[in-house]
C-alpha cells in the first residue's frame, strides 16, 4: 500500500472512516427507536469508496453521491447533525424537513443531490461535467453507480454520451454484490462492470474497494486524467454491502458464510491494521481520535434532537407546481 499522503492525511482518512461507520450506527440507533421518518439506508463495509474516492478530489471538483455515499458527504463537509436532522425530518436540516434522507445537495459545496431513478445520475453528473468544459473550467464530476443501476438504460446512455464527447466524468461503479435482493450473477452476465465501460471507450480499472489507499490513488489518477482531457474514466470498486438494502431489510436471502468472509476485509478494520502496524497511528492517537467522535456524535444527535419539526404551514413553500 505505498502512498505519498502524510501522517496527517492518514489520520483523517481514518476520521472520517469511523465518523461514517459512526453516523450509520447512530442512524440505525434513531431507526431502532423509532425516531427516523422512513428508512435508513447505511453504507455499511463501503466506507472506503465514499471517503477514498472524495478526499481524493479538489475542492472544484463536483460529487454526485448516492444514498450510501454519506462518507461522501462528510468529506465535502456536512456534519453529523446534517444527516441526523434530516433523516428525522426536522426543520433545522438540509431540506427543512422536506425529505428524509439523502436528497440534498449544495452546488456551493459541489454536491449534487441524489436522483432517486436509478442510472440518471450519470446524466445529470455528465451534463455538470459538460458545462464545465463549457465554461472552460477544469472541473472533474463524480458519479457514484451501483451494480443495479448499470442495468438501467439511462445509465448507459449517460456513459456513452460522456464518452463521445469527451467529458471530464469520473464514474465510480460499487458493485457490491447486490440490487436490493438480486444477486450480481442475476443481474447481468458479465462479472466485471468495468467491461462495460470499456465498451464505449471508457478507460476502466477494477480496485480493491475495501482498501482505501487503493481506492484513493485510483481516483486520483483517474481525476488527473479526465482533468487532462482525456475523456470519462471508470473505476469499478468490488466491494461488499454489509447490511440489508436497508434497515428494514435482515437480508436473509445473503449467505451467512459470504458475509462472515467479507467481515473479514472490513475496509476499517484494515486500513487501522495497515496504520498500526507501519507505525502511522500510535494507540494514543486512534483512542484521541475516537474520542473526537464520540464527542461530535453525542453533540449532533442531542442538537437533532432538540430541532423541532417543520411548522404545518410551511408546508407549500418551494412547491413549485
Ligand atoms: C429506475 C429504478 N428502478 C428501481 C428502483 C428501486 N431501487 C432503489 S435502490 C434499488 C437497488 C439498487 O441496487 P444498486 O444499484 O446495486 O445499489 P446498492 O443498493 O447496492 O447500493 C432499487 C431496485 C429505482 N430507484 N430506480
Ligand atoms: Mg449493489
Redesign the pocket.
Known amino acids: 500500500m505505498a502512498t505519498t499522503l502524510t501522517r496527517r492525511q492518514l489520520h483523517d482518512l481514518y476520521y472520517f472512516l469511523r465518523l461514517n461507520r459512526r453516523v450509520d450506527e447512530q442512524l440505525t440507533n434513531f431507526y431502532r427507536q423509532g425516531k427516523v421518518v422512513g428508512g435508513v439506508?447505511s453504507g455499511t463495509g463501503?466506507e472506503a469508496i465514499s471517503v477514498g474516492t472524495a478526499y481524493a478530489l479538489e475542492p472544484e471538483d463536483f460529487v454526485g453521491p448516492?444514498?450510501?455515499n454519506v462518507g461522501t458527504l462528510l468529506v465535502r463537509g456536512y456534519k453529523p447533525r446534517d444527516l441526523f436532522l434530516q433523516y428525522m425530518a426536522r426543520k433545522d436540516g438540509p431540506t427543512g424537513g422536506r425529505d428524509a434522507n439523502t436528497h440534498f445537495g449544495d452546488v456551493g459545496r459541489g454536491v449534487i443531490a441524489p436522483i432517486?431513478?436509478?442510472?440518471?445520475g450519470v446524466n445529470v453528473m455528465a451534463g455538470i461535467a459538460l458545462a464545465a468544459r463549457l465554461r472552460k473550467e477544469k472541473r472533474v464530476a463524480v458519479t457514484y453507480?451501483?451494480?443495479?443501476?448499470?442495468?438501467?438504460g439511462?445509465c448507459h446512455e449517460g456513459m456513452n454520451f460522456a464518452a463521445v464527447q469527451k467529458l471530464p466524468l469520473l464514474i465510480i461503479a460499487?458493485?457490491?454484490?447486490?440490487?436490493?435482493s438480486?444477486p450480481?450473477e442475476k443481474?447481468m452476465a458479465v462479472r466485471d462492470l468495468a467491461v462495460r465501460g470499456k465498451a464505449y471507450g471508457i478507460p476502466a480499472v477494477i480496485v480493491d474497494g475495501n482498501d482505501i489507499l487503493k481506492v484513493y490513488q485510483a481516483t486520483r489518477a483517474a481525476a488527473a486524467r479526465a482533468r487532462q482531457g482525456r475523456g470519462p474514466q471508470m473505476i469499478e470498486c468490488k466491494t461488499m454491502?454489509m447490511k440489508g438494502?436497508a434497515e428494514h431489510d435482515a437480508a436473509n436471502y445473503v449467505p451467512k458464510k459470504t458475509l462472515e468472509e467479507w467481515k473479514k476485509k472490513d475496509p476499517i478494520l484494515r486500513f487501522e491494521k495497515y496504520l498500526t502496524s507501519k507505525r502511522l497511528m500510535t494507540a494514543k492517537e486512534k483512542a484521541q481520535i475516537e474520542a473526537r467522535l464520540d464527542e461530535e456524535i453525542r453533540a449532533d444527535a442531542e442538537f437533532a434532537e432538540a430541532s423541532p419539526f417543520p411548522p404545518p404551514e410551511g408546508a407549500a413553500r418551494s412547491v413549485w407546481a
Open positions: 439506508y463501503q448516492m444514498i450510501r432517486s431513478m436509478l442510472g440518471e453507480v451501483g451494480d443495479g443501476a448499470m442495468s438501467t439511462p460499487e458493485n457490491n454484490g447486490w440490487a436490493y438480486t450480481t443481474q454491502r438494502h
